[in-house]
Structures are given as structure tokens and as C-alpha cells.
T-cell receptor
Framework: SQQGEEDPQALSIQEGENATMNCSYK?????LQWYRQNSGRGLVHLIL?????REKHSGRLRVTLDTSKKSSSLLITASRAADTASYFC????????????FGTGTRLKVLA | DSGVTQTPKHLITATGQRVTLRCSPR?????VYWYQQSLDQGLQFLIQ???????AKGNILERFSAQQFPDLHSELNLSSLELGDSALYFC?????????????FGDGTRLSIL
């Protein structure tokens, strides 16, 4: 079963608006990462947040992590048409298995 | 460009056949991961190798096998193919295969089973 579940499954916004995507996971983690996938392409790493961090920024991206709720959110500010893509969260496991578990993804469409 | 090369880009074959997908990791990366992405299953982790050794296994079918060679390239072998095996197969690499390192993905091999 999936460790990470993104919400919403799909999101459509106007250019310039902010987009927020959420990820929930089931077991404790060491790290959580967010990836972007443009249609038909490989995933691209966006940002990594460690379990002892609560917030992280990278350009127009802001990621938060709430380990008590087992959830993370990705905020994209001032969205652009080029941000149109699917966004996935990925979690590892502290059990030492080195596996990454990807969520089901949020499909973001930014309308120009 | 992620630096991860996957070949072929597209593969069309018939049920019952066997195929081999190839991956060259980013220069300097020792760990390789294989994933299957289909419309109804999302991105499924199959297997991970680190410096030639299997490190982690996911939902990989017995009909599938993989290996990582001394030059660090990896191959994923799929046999007795079924219609349900049609999917995008991604390879990713990371420096040392640890959870605090980003993975770099290739553009995938699109496998179509007729």
C-alpha cells in the first residue's frame, strides 16, 4: 500500500495564485522529499525536509512537515504556467530498508 | 538533464516475451533504483542496488529481475510479459542510496505489451 497520499488529486489555478498540496504518510520517517513530474518525463527532485525540521524554503517553494500528524505540505507561490505538472511526495523509512515510497501525486494545472 | 540515461525510450512487444531495460546512472552515483509507473498504480518501487549489491526490494514480481554491473549500469529484465506489465519504467540514481539524498530520474522506458 502507498505510504504517501497526496491531496488533492488534481488542482487547477490561475497564473499568479498560490498552490498548496498536502501529503500524508503512515509510518515514522527520517526524511520526506517532494518531486515534480512533467508529462511523460522523469521525476525531478524539488526539496528534502528532515524529520527534525518543520519548514524549508527553496525559491517559490515552501515545505512544511508535521511529524505528529504525519503530514507535509508543499506551497508554490506566484504560480506560473510552467509549474503545470504532477507533484509527488516520497518518504523513506527509519527501519533501514532504504526504500522510498512515493505518493499518488497531485496533478497541478496552472492556467495562463 | 538528470544525467541518468535509460534505453530504449519505447518498447513494443507481445505477451509472453522477455525484454531488458537498461540504465546508466549519473556519474558518481553508486545506487540505482527501479520504479514502475502505471495509470492506476502510481509510482511503485521495484528494487534498489548499491555498488552492485541488492539493497532493498519492493513490489517486484518474480518474473522480473535486475542487476547492477561493476561499471554501475543496471538492467531490469522482464519475462513472460503480460498485458498488465504495460507501463513506464523509471530508473533513478543517488550518490549512496541513503534516504537523505535526492534521487535523479531518467526519462523512462515506455513498455507497451500487445
Amino acid at each position: 500500500s502507498q505510504q504517501g497520499e497526496e491531496d488533492p488529486q488534481a488542482l487547477s489555478i490561475q497564473e499568479g495564485e498560490n498552490a498548496t498540496m498536502n501529503c500524508s504518510y503512515k509510518t515514522s520517517i527520517n526524511n520526506l522529499q517532494w518531486y515534480r513530474q512533467n508529462s511523460g518525463r522523469g521525476l525531478v527532485h524539488l526539496i528534502l525536509i528532515r524529520s527534525n525540521e518543520r519548514e524549508k524554503h527553496s525559491g517559490r517553494l515552501r515545505v512544511t512537515l508535521d511529524t505528529s500528524k504525519k503530514s507535509s505540505s508543499l506551497l508554490i507561490t506566484a504560480s506560473r504556467a510552467a509549474d503545470t505538472a504532477s507533484y509527488f511526495c516520497a518518504t523513506d523509512s527509519p527501519s533501514g530498508t532504504y526504500k522510498y515510497i512515493f505518493g499518488t501525486g497531485t496533478r497541478l494545472k496552472v492556467l495562463a | 538533464d538528470s544525467g541518468v540515461t535509460q534505453t530504449p525510450k519505447h518498447l513494443i512487444t507481445a505477451t509472453g516475451q522477455r525484454v531488458t531495460l537498461r540504465c546508466s546512472p549519473r556519474s558518481g552515483d553508486l545506487s540505482v533504483y527501479w520504479y514502475q509507473q502505471s495509470l492506476d498504480q502510481g509510482l511503485q518501487f521495484l528494487i534498489q542496488y548499491y555498488n552492485g549489491e541488492e539493497r532493498a526490494k519492493g513490489n517486484i514480481l518474480e518474473r522480473f529481475s535486475a542487476q547492477q554491473f561493476p561499471d554501475l549500469h543496471s538492467e531490469l529484465n522482464l519475462s513472460s510479459l503480460e498485458l498488465g506489465d504495460s507501463a513506464l519504467y523509471f530508473c533513478a540514481s543517488s550518490v549512496a542510496g541513503q534516504g537523505n539524498q535526492p534521487q535523479h530520474f531518467g526519462d523512462g522506458t515506455r513498455l507497451s505489451i500487445l
